[in-house]
């Protein structure tokens, strides 16, 4: 799947907002199930959002109703609006290329974290 590239982690306080970008090969970008896990200290990885080449979404408990996932073909970019942020929402998100509906895909990006605190 080509390199990917996260953008756009950071700190938050509680409450507030952070978008977060993953930038991919535009070659296979187009067809390409897209989605955001996270992994938290001493937890295992959790889907977060994903999207479908078509724009078809899901979401994971620990996005649903908070966050939203997009993608721009043109920009080969996928983001991820997280909005009311938890201190619970601190973890490595990590963008992922290439699943399927109830998997995975093999290419992730570096991990970027995001950190909500006061």
């Known amino acids: 799947q080509g390199q990917l590239v996260e953008s756009g982690g950071g700190l938050a306080q509680p409450g507030g907002s952070l978008t977060l970008a993953c930038q991919a090969s535009p070659f296979i970008f187009n067809i390409l199930r897209m989605g955001w896990y996270r992994q938290a200290p001493g937890k295992q990885r959790e889907m977060v959002a994903r999207i479908s080449a078509g724009g078809n979404v899901d979401y994971g408990a620990s996005g649903e109703g908070r966050f939203t996932i997009s993608r721009d073909n043109a920009k080969s970019t996928v983001y991820l609006q997280m909005d009311r942020l938890r201190p619970e929402d601190t973890a490595v998100y990590f963008c992922?290329?290439?699943?399927?509906?109830?998997?995975?895909?093999?290419?992730w990006g570096q991990g970027i974290q995001v950190t909500v605190s006061s």
């Open positions: 992922n290329a290439g699943g399927s509906s109830t998997a995975p895909g093999t290419g």
